[in-house]
């Protein structure tokens, strides 16, 4: 295989060998050509090409090629072409292979600065928006948007932006906080309606908030490896580990049959205050991460209901026009989130009933236990 070629996964349905054996060569020749340079000046030579060439036979059905090909970053480009001749149906296979791929690669190589000009894009597209609104709203909404405190709406944005970079669905730098308040801003002016209260209008922006971070979570979703249903899932990598090293043997084996776990735990008693104030603030740290994890591994909904409810302050009504859902929904959302805390925390030792302080466990101070 020279350097200028790519491998090849090749699969013929109803052909001959002889006409097997010439679609297999011109997909080889024409990926050489077209696909394979592409992906050597990106640094990617080792994926298979995949095709899969199907011919019904006795003109029932036009001749069919599927092409198949990994990129990096776990995005995945695909083309098929149909036709009466195989050398044509192959040769438009690989040329919208190629157009495919260069396009994805493009928009990995400046994937920052291509999300940059789609964003401005969508901004210049609101502020047309806003330029053909009647003139009394749209003096309506700049006064409405202008006399508002904007204070919560960034706290709520930084707190949901924290929660999805944890989770994976955006990138760590990108969109700022700035980006996402100018973009609330500019889609709740372009969508204006008149006669809205302060409280509505601050409504209108959280929901507006989420839906654009939504949106962008959707833009920046690649595509995944697909597994096969038939195959053996692989055996979980944490609990390899452990067999290797018998870590979980260890964790419930105590050697040493003289020795407790109290004997190796500080005494409080003999705590000076200034360990003591040092051991409560590690403490609360620790309360305070073990939630923010707790809150993370909710489901986006659920958590957004959990946190509006309890650390905004918003009711039902409010949380089903804000997460844009049936009111009875969003109540169940709240009580299915606050089972699933409590659980947790209890399970950690830090709550001890039904009712939790969220807010102050957030801020690291400890769970309110019922009596």
């Known amino acids: 295989m020279t350097d200028a070629s790519i491998p090849l996964q090749f699969v013929a349905r109803g052909l001959d060998d002889a006409r097997r054996a010439e679609a297999e060569a011109a997909l080889r020749e024409l990926a050489a050509?077209?696909?394979?340079?592409?992906?050597?000046?990106?640094?990617?030579?080792?994926?298979?090409?995949?095709?899969?060439?199907?011919?019904?036979?006795?003109?029932?059905?036009?001749?069919?090629?599927?092409?198949?090909?990994?990129?990096?970053?776990?995005n995945v480009a695909e083309a098929r072409a149909t036709g009466r001749d195989l050398g044509s149906v192959v040769e438009q296979a690989v040329e919208h292979l190629r157009r495919r791929a260069q396009r994805a690669l493009e928009r990995l190589r400046g994937q920052e600065s291509w999300r940059r000009r789609a964003r401005r894009e969508r901004l210049h597209a609101l502020k047309a928006r806003v330029a053909a609104l009647p003139p009394e709203i749209a003096r309506e909404?700049?006064?409405?948007?202008?006399?508002?405190?904007?204070?919560?709406?960034?706290?709520?944005?930084?707190?949901?932006?924290?929660?999805?970079?944890?989770?994976?669905?955006?990138e760590p730098a990108y969109p700022t906080l700035t980006d996402v308040i100018d973009?609330?801003?500019?889609?709740?002016?372009?969508?204006?309606?008149?006669?809205?209260k302060p409280e509505e209008v601050e409504r209108a922006l959280l929901?507006?908030?989420?839906?654009?971070?939504?949106?962008?979570?959707?833009?920046?979703?690649?595509?995944?490896?697909?597994?096969?249903?038939?195959?053996?899932?692989?055996?979980?990598?944490?609990d390899q580990a452990?067999?290797?090293?018998?870590?979980?043997?260890?964790?419930?084996?105590?050697?040493?049959e003289d020795l407790s776990l109290a004997d190796i735990l500080p005494d409080p008693s003999a705590m000076s205050a200034e360990d003591a104030q040092i051991e409560a603030?590690?403490?609360?740290?620790?309360?305070g991460g073990l939630v923010a994890a707790i809150l993370r591994d909710l489901p986006a909904l659920w958590?957004?209901?959990?946190?509006?409810?309890?650390?905004?302050?918003?009711?039902?009504?409010?949380?089903?026009?804000?997460?844009d859902i049936p009111r009875q929904t969003a109540a169940a959302h709240v009580v299915h989130a606050r089972a699933f805390m409590v659980a947790r925390l209890t399970r950690?030792?830090?709550?001890?009933?039904?009712?939790?302080?969220?807010?102050?466990?957030?801020?690291?101070?400890a769970a309110e236990e019922r009596p």
């Open 281 to 287: 603030a590690d403490a609360a740290l620790e309360r």
């Open 348 to 365: 950690a030792g830090l709550a001890g009933g039904d009712e939790i302080d969220l807010a102050r466990l957030l801020a690291g101070g």
């Open 242 to 256: 452990e067999d290797m090293v018998q870590e979980e043997f260890y964790e419930f084996h105590q050697p040493d």
């Open 207 to 238: 929901r507006t908030l989420f839906k654009v971070l939504d949106r962008e979570a959707e833009n920046g979703r690649v595509f995944v490896d697909a597994l096969s249903l038939q195959a053996r899932p692989a055996r979980d990598a944490e």
């Open 141 to 170: 909404a700049e006064a409405g948007l202008a006399g508002l405190d904007l204070s919560r709406l960034e706290r709520i944005a930084r707190r949901e932006l924290a929660f999805m970079r944890a989770m994976g669905e955006l």
């Open 33 to 74: 050509r077209r696909i394979a340079p592409l992906l050597a000046a990106a640094g990617w030579t080792h994926e298979p090409l995949r095709a899969v060439v199907t011919d019904e036979g006795k003109g029932a059905a036009p001749i069919e090629v599927r092409l198949h090909l990994h990129l990096p970053r776990r």
């Open 183 to 196: 973009e609330t801003l500019a889609e709740t002016r372009a969508a204006w309606t008149p006669g809205l």
């Open 303 to 323: 958590r957004r209901a959990l946190v509006l409810r309890e650390i905004e302050g918003f009711d039902e009504p409010d949380l089903a026009h804000i997460l």
